[in-house]
């Protein structure tokens, strides 16, 4: 993997609110006739998991790529479905409506490279595959199901130009929905390389389900969920052990992609709103997320959703994901992490581009 920054990096995220055109009192619309696409071409990548369903379109550029459009939407795909085995009509219902906005911009913007991923929740659901074939038929888009390891590599191809160029190791972790996939990378001259991984069956929904629902976190149940973790944390501590000759692999520096991570940074900058622009790429102290968790864990339900960085989209969900964090800053103890606002869907974008010879190259 190489080290080019993304242009995207520079760019704020999409407003979470429409604006209203001038003096209208209405809500502004889109012009009906189709944009023609830049010079270098449109991509297009799609990354449904088990919380999110995410789109970003870019076209190439001097520094990687430039974004042109984004969408995401939570849409719980994966709601009870470590209860049940399968996905219900009311997640997938949800995602059928938002996969149809995906489905029309990339049709409005007439984009021809695209890849559409599904994970975690697909991966284990029983209707999964079923599902794949009613997305298709009912939107038109064609998603694949990619296994762990896929994964794993397309985030940290897409994460990977954060890690910080003096570095000589680090540890990049995923958080989603559904699983969490771990990747130890080292130094391989002016490259990194990664030389071992781990997805690990367990994300915000499928812990934030598991012990109680996420809304009454406790102390004790707090402590429960990390309790769960520990093992598969230390498991894979143990490997990476095995390759390092360090009893407890210290990495140069933590890299975290996810809704938690970046939710974190949020809380702990103090942000009166979520500004991508301030997120993706800052870094932050260690031992100070802790200190943001402990207050996370204290405050209400209600004190979480009133948050501008959490909202009650995210209320039920966020402890999980600082369980899961927690132990991961247990089993690696760097003194840093990097935040990315920025993974999987960055990944395909820089794969597809770099196949085509486009990535980093001006129109």
Request: hydrophobic letters at 40%.
């Amino acid at each position: 993997m190489e080290g080019s920054i993304v242009d995207a990096a520079s760019r704020p995220g999409p407003s979470r609110s429409r604006r209203k055109s001038a003096g209208s009192g209405r809500f502004a619309r889109r012009p009906t006739v189709p944009r023609e696409p830049p010079p270098g071409g449109l991509y297009g990548a799609l990354d449904l998991g088990t919380n999110n369903c995410r789109l970003l379109i870019a076209t190439p550029a001097s520094q990687g790529f430039v974004v042109v459009d984004a969408f995401s939407r939570i849409v719980r795909l994966g709601e009870r479905l470590g209860q049940t085995g399968r996905l219900s009509d009311e997640a997938m219902a949800r995602t059928i409506e938002a996969l149809r906005v995906c489905a029309n911009k990339l049709r409005w913007r007439k984009v021809e490279k695209v890849r559409l991923v599904a994970t975690e929740a697909c991966r284990l659901a029983a209707n999964g595959p079923a599902f794949i074939v009613r997305v298709r038929e009912e939107t038109g888009l064609s998603l694949e199901i990619i296994d762990r390891e896929t994964e794993a590599g397309l985030a940290a191809v897409g994460a990977e130009p954060l890690v910080d160029r003096a570095a000589e190791t680090a540890l990049v972790f995923d958080i989603g929905g559904g699983s969490t996939e771990m990747l130890w990378m080292r130094r391989a001259g002016e490259r990194f390389e990664t030389v071992a991984w781990t997805s690990l069956s367990a994300g915000v929904v499928t812990i934030s389900e598991q012990f109680g629902g996420g809304v009454d976190v406790t102390p004790a149940s707090f402590a429960a969920m990390r309790a769960h973790l520990r093992p598969m944390l230390q498991d894979f501590a143990r490997r990476v052990s095995e390759l390092t000759g360090q009893s407890q692999p210290v990495p140069s520096h933590l890299l975290g992609t996810s809704g938690t991570v970046t939710t974190i940074a949020g809380v702990q900058l103090g942000l009166a709103r979520y500004d991508r622009s301030r997120v993706d790429g800052c870094w932050l102290d260690s031992a100070q997320t802790g200190v943001v968790t402990q207050r996370l864990l204290d405050l209400t339900y209600d004190q979480r959703a009133a948050n501008p960085c959490i909202g009650r989209e995210r209320a039920d969900l966020v402890l999980a994901g600082c369980a899961i964090l927690e132990e991961i800053r247990l089993a690696f103890p760097a003194g840093r992490i990097r935040v990315a606002d920025r993974g999987l869907r960055e990944g395909i974008l820089t794969m597809m581009m770099k196949q085509d010879g486009a990535y980093g190259r001006s129109p």
